[in-house]
T-cell receptor, first 108, second 113 residues
Framework: LAKTTQPISMDSYEGQEVNITCSHNNIATNDYITWYQQFPSQGPRFIIQGYKTKVTNEVASLFIPADRKSSTLSLPRVSLSDTAVYYCLVANDYKLSFGAGTTVTVRA | DAGVIQSPRHEVTEMGQEVTLRCKPISGHNSLFWYRQTMMRGLELLIYFNNNVPIDDSGMPEDRFSAKMPNASFSTLKIQPSEPRDSAVYFC???????????FGSGTQLSVL
């Protein structure tokens, strides 16, 4: 399993853009990068997945440099409801390792 | 679709009792996962089923834990006998393609006294 490293916590204010960078230096050729979001008392929820370059959906953007040794999840104009734990995962099969994630706290 | 459905939402039991957690995956999904989440260890994969067959149970902590999937729409995770250290939130998740996104249930908060 490719090991990932991401910040333990980040603080932000409403309306700001939040960027969470995840390091995965030993990512394998066939690994995908996936981000999940978890609110208190709920199960994790899929946000976005990518292999290389940039992926964007209605919730977030995922930037992956050419060497794929890191990735950055970008949350545009966050609101209080975006306060959650964000997990970066790298895998090509069912063996997902969630790690500790990044606790993002959005303040008014 | 109602999503992945787990029951009960909360379970409080005494040490030594049998506990059964239930999961209904999303219709059409052929992969089912059981995870356990604690503050100390985070989210741990306990067991993975594909097409109702257990593929990987290496995460099951010990023989007190067992899981079954008798059909495509139902799975159980049983702990017998339960111990206080089993207290955690247990999540069930399903997906329709291995490696693709997982859909998690709301979890079962288990407290063993």
């Amino acid at each position: 399993l490719a090991k990932t490293t991401q910040p333990i916590s980040m603080d932000s204010y409403e309306g700001q853009e939040v960027n969470i960078t995840c390091s995965h230096n030993n990512i394998a050729t066939n690994d995908y990068i996936t981000w999940y979001q978890q609110f208190p008392s709920q199960g994790p929820r899929f946000i976005i997945q990518g292999y290389k370059t940039k992926v964007t959906n209605e919730v977030a953007s995922l930037f992956i440099p050419a060497d794929r040794k890191s990735s950055t999840l970008s949350l545009p104009r966050v609101s209080l409801s975006d306060t959650a734990v964000y997990y970066c995962l790298v895998a090509n099969d069912y063996k997902l390792s969630f790690g500790a994630g990044t606790t993002v706290t959005v303040r008014a | 679709d109602a999503g992945v459905i787990q029951s009960p939402r909360h379970e409080v039991t005494e040490m030594g009792q049998e506990v059964t957690l239930r999961c209904k995956p999303i219709s059409g999904h052929n992969s089912l996962f059981w995870y356990r989440q604690t503050m100390m260890r985070g989210l741990e994969l306990l067991i993975y089923f594909n097409n109702n067959v257990p593929i990987d149970d290496s995460g099951m902590p010990e023989d007190r834990f067992s899981a079954k999937m008798p059909n495509a729409s139902f799975s159980t995770l049983k702990i017998q006998p339960s111990e206080p250290r089993d207290s955690a939130v247990y999540f069930c998740a399903s997906s329709n393609i291995e490696g693709e996104k997982l859909f998690f249930g709301s979890g079962t908060q288990l407290s063993v006294l």
